[in-house]
Every structure is written in structure tokens, then in C-alpha cells.
């Protein structure tokens, strides 16, 4: 084997056994992803933040942000006033 780890993307089952796995977690959890039904009910009691963003080829993306805890206590004041905008400044780069 040359040592080089072979990529591909995660099937069904893989995001039902990752989304499983984060709802046993006990600590903090932030997920980066584009909108989709199985997030959806998986993560219905997350807090969950969404931007709109553009893919690679200018397609135009729901991405959201799903946390298991709310985020609103550890906001900085600065960040209250321009939430949607840093969002999508956070956003920006993996879209």
C-alpha cells in the first residue's frame, strides 16, 4: 500500500453512523453541512444556524450549521449586531 488514504464520499449508512455517533457524544458538537432531510430529523433538536451560499459551480446552497448546545450565551456583544454577516464570513470559504 503506498500509504496514501483513498477518498470517497460517505453513503447513506456513513452519515446515519456519523449522526448516531455525534448524538451519544457528550461534549460540544459542530456540523457544517448542506441542507438535507436526514440532518434534518436526525438533528431536530440541535440548534441550528443557515446561511445560502454558492457551490464551486455557482449553484446555490442552503448550508447550515447544527450544534448540540445553544450558542447564544457564548456570543461576543460585537457579534450580535452582524450575526448573519459573520455567519457568512465563516461560511464563505467552504462554500
Do not use: F
Not at 67 to 93: C, F, S, V
Amino acid at each position: 500500500m503506498s500509504g496514501i488514504a483513498k477518498q470517497r464520499e460517505m453513503d447513506d449508512d456513513d452519515h446515519e453512523e456519523l449522526l448516531d455517533t455525534l448524538l451519544k457524544h457528550s461534549g460540544p458538537v459542530i456540523l457544517s453541512g448542506y441542507e438535507n432531510e436526514l440532518y434534518n430529523r436526525k438533528l431536530k433538536d440541535w440548534y441550528r444556524k443557515e446561511t445560502t451560499c454558492y457551490s464551486q459551480v455557482a449553484s446555490k446552497k442552503r448550508e447550515v450549521l447544527w450544534m448540540n448546545y445553544n450558542p447564544e450565551p457564548y456570543k461576543r456583544p460585537a457579534m450580535k449586531q452582524a450575526d448573519n454577516d459573520t455567519l457568512r464570513d465563516i461560511l464563505a470559504p467552504l462554500c
